[in-house]
DNA sequence: GTGTAACCGAGACGGTACGTCCTGTCTTGCC
DNA sequence: GGCAAGACAGGACGTACCGTCTCGGTTACAC
């Protein structure tokens, strides 16, 4: 979809994939994903909305391309404990997660997928990245000798993830939520030594 | 709006409270969040739209009452040890998230509400009770010895409630997610005893 | 409907009559057929939505009973000559119609009606004794020598009535009615002479 | 409305707008004003409700448009006297108001219409074409001697088209309407002359 | 007097239509 | 062939109204 073979005829115009992104992180600040419009994506951008359906097949995908394009690329740098990398993971995560774009965007990508290519293509993108990065401190507590063996990552990667996302998005305390992230941090190390 | 002063005229028929919230449960089932009319509750439950309206301002809030209705009421008993309490509540609450209607409710109902009055009544009802039942477990530990001092309920709710509802709703591993509960149980408490 | 056998019971109570009829008959001026609602004219009258259904089968009855009520009851008086005589029935029927309850009525009356029981008892009430009236100027004028034969009474009736009609219901000049009704006198005495 | 200044953009399909008249039609003969659903008329014409609603504001525009689109086009012929002149007109009167769709929708029009723009409009379109028929009608019989002032286009077209109006929507009578015409021209002649 | 039957205001009921909105596709004419 | 504009089919939403029914209570006539 974003990449058909494109053979002839005239080149897509970066202009137009940057506006649509840009509008559509300005619309789910403004509005959330309910509120979001199609049509007022294609308005605000100054495009038509055939420019957007000919790049996204849905408005989920364009709405995933925006909220999560280029977030959360760098690895955790080896700070020379656990529960340092740990706490840089989770603030990594929390920043990720409260972003407004994010924020306005998670809960209703959730709503309109029920168990089909999408959601795949964002455990991929999303999920996958940030386990990788879970993998690579465990193992490098491994080999420091702060953990026996390796615990699963993934459900590392769910102790780090779920308390942030549950946060934000249930609970909705009004504190910040980035003072979460060191106390999260320090029960997950402690759990971990156990 | 659910109990309007109604000093006189017909009285509401309990018949059709229970077949709205029944009837929107079996269509969550059968078809998620999305994919759920308005028209077809009414259809099911063999009521008039109008009938579902005088009783709930908007969709969101039937699907909520429908969802939430009669959820997680026990208190956790006491089972003698912290780890044994915490798992009872990780199973409770897993439990209440992978219910059918529950887990085809909740994706939807975070899409839709922004800020609004029905996200507050949400987390009055299915977080606050949540989080006394942590409080009382976490005062039981600290009476039996088990804690020096007794943590904040609201991150040690965090840390239950999260992993299980990333893993359904943002991780969805294949894997059941009961067997998820003792481990997070178990990690819990060792990250509490440290 | 009007009068059921009423055996036992409490007897109806006068005022409620009084009070749909008289509300009816205001909401009918302020916003016309369209834009009455029963329940607007239970609230108006301080009555309840049944009471009215318990007098009137339908909305159309209602309003018939309200604007037609009382109506044109007086026969016309003996003035001497046929051209008089047309010209107070015209006025007659001009005032009759041009009445505000019965304006805003009467469009919205043959609108509802299709050709069932309502249309005839309308004709029965109001075209019946109109017609009579008709009949009775008309068998004067032979009695006077003014014509040598009684013609059709629905014809001429039609050519009284109609442009009353015409004027008011789909004309609308912005001119009164009633100088209008002479001028129709005249010429229908003329063309009733020739 | 009908003609939104339109710059770029697909146009309308004049395959969208046939449809809409057409099914209106139908469904006016069909089952009357009354029963004819906006929802029904977009089924019957395989189209969208918006697509109806892009070109009339409500549905009593859409039913003016379809009944009395095309209507009454055709100019009177000189047919050597006025009389004659004055029986084609109301031929063509009662022809055009006897007409299937027009019996069904024009009593409805009248109801839903309290004095707002639509009344105006079917004035405009209905009631101007036929009055300049009469006055086209009168002059000629002025030429001719018939005549020796013009009188009122105005009254004498409601002096043709009223008693067809009442006849047909008042009064009911079973037989022919179209009996009725020469009658009424006859009689619309003496008047005249006199 | 005491039934009993029909009345009363209030308002919920099933049903249906309205007019608005949004999605994803298609069609113009311009570049 | 991309692009802006906007029409298209389809269908859900929330509102409003109709005519019926139910509540708790009142009022007259008959026994």
Chains 1, 2, 3, 4 share one sequence.
Do not use: C
Request: net charge negative; proline share 5%.
């Amino acid at each position: 979809m974003s990449a058909p073979t494109a053979r002839g005829g005239r080149p897509r115009e970066e202009r137009v994939d940057a506006a649509i992104l840009s509008a559509t992180r300005e619309l789910l600040v403004e509005g959330g994903y309910a509120g979001l419009t199609v049509g007022a994506v294609a308005a605000r951008a100054g495009i038509g909305k055939a420019a957007i359906y000919r790049r996204y097949e849905t408005k989920q995908e364009m709405v995933f391309a925006a909220a999560v394009h280029g977030l959360d690329l760098e690895s955790p740098p080896d700070l020379g404990s656990l529960r340092a990398e740990l706490e840089w993971l989770t603030e990594v995560i929390a920043a990720t997660l409260s972003g407004p774009a994010v924020a306005g965007a998670l809960g209703g990508l959730l709503a309109d997928m029920s168990d089909d290519a999408v959601v795949s293509r964002m455990r991929e993108t999303f999920v996958a990245h940030q386990r990788a990065n879970v993998t690579a401190v465990l193992d490098r507590a491994v080999a420091r000798g702060e953990l026996t063996s390796r615990p699963d990552a993934a459900v590392v990667h769910a102790m780090l993830l779920g308390p942030v996302f549950a946060w934000l998005f249930v609970l909705r305390e009004p504190g910040d939520v980035r003072g979460f992230a060191p106390t999260l941090a320090r029960m997950a190390a402690a759990a971990l030594s156990a």
